[in-house]
T-cell receptor, first 116, second 112 residues
Framework: DTGVSQDPRHKITKRGQNVTFRCDPISEHNRLYWYRQTLGQGPEFLTYFQNEAQLEKSRLLSDRFSAERPKGSFSTLEIQRTEQGDSAMYLC??????????????FGSGTQLSVL | SQKIEQNSEALNIQEGKTATLTCNYTNYSPAYLQWYRQDPGRGPVFLLLIRENEKEKRKERLKVTFDTTLKQSLFHITASQPADSATYLCALESGGYQKVTFGTGTKLQVIP
């Protein structure tokens, strides 16, 4: 069990550029979440996958954001035409599909995005 | 509107004392509530989960209470240590698809 890994750890980009982040969840976990966190705030929910199906998407996620999870394994989060307001830590989490309906979330260390 | 509120100001406490953090929520009916710890530059780490039919849960020096009438959870760290210094987040189940929503977090500083 290597935990949830995210790549890259840091990304600096210019406004208007596209960026893509990758998340590799714990291998047996079928649930995957993306959150965004700014300084002094808690993580904000962005989207959620059960296997390869994207089941919920926050209204915070404009149409410049897209997430995929092909084959229910790793996931990517793409931001097109980045804006300075997109600067944040992007966190990925995964969990197992527990019989009780909930299992704890395991988070990666996040990707810190800076848009100049 | 839905809100999850935690003390926005940092909590400073002397080593050895009990730290108590508060989480209040509005317009949620969560089946469970969780607490996570977050260190700077890292993702949150799960600490405890308490269900709506449980009043109290303990794990080592940690204790969580859950009052669904008051819509409040209290998180206690007894015999606090400088290594307990971190931001503590409460989180609620908030949707049919296991959506988990986080509060803003409270930064705890334990002073030696």
């Amino acid at each position: 069990d290597t935990g949830v890994s995210q790549d890259p750890r840091h990304k600096i980009t210019k406004r208007g550029q596209n960026v893509t982040f990758r998340c590799d969840p714990i291998s047996e976990h079928n649930r995957l979440y993306w959150y965004r966190q700014t300084l002094g705030q808690g993580p904000e929910f962005l989207t959620y996958f059960q296997n390869e199906a994207q089941l919920e998407k926050s209204r915070l996620l404009s149409d410049r954001f897209s997430a995929e999870r092909p084959k229910g394994s790793f996931s990517t989060l793409e931001i097109q035409r980045t804006e300075q307001g997109d600067s944040a830590m992007y966190l990925c989490a995964s969990s197992a599909d527990g019989r009780t309906g909930f299992e704890k979330l395991f988070f990666g260390s996040g990707t810190q995005l800076s848009v100049l | 509107s839905q809100k999850i509120e935690q003390n926005s100001e940092a909590l400073n406490i002397q080593e050895g004392k009990t730290a108590t953090l508060t989480c209040n929520y509005t317009n949620y009916s969560p089946a469970y509530l969780q607490w996570y710890r977050q260190d700077p530059g890292r993702g949150p780490v799960f600490l405890l989960l308490i269900r709506e039919n449980e009043k109290e849960k303990r794990k080592e020096r940690l204790k969580v209470t859950f009052d669904t009438t008051l819509k409040q959870s209290l998180f206690h760290i007894t015999a606090s240590q400088p290594a307990d210094s971190a931001t503590y987040l409460c989180a609620l189940e908030s949707g049919g698809y296991q959506k988990v929503t986080f509060g803003t977090g409270t930064k705890l500083q334990v002073i030696p």
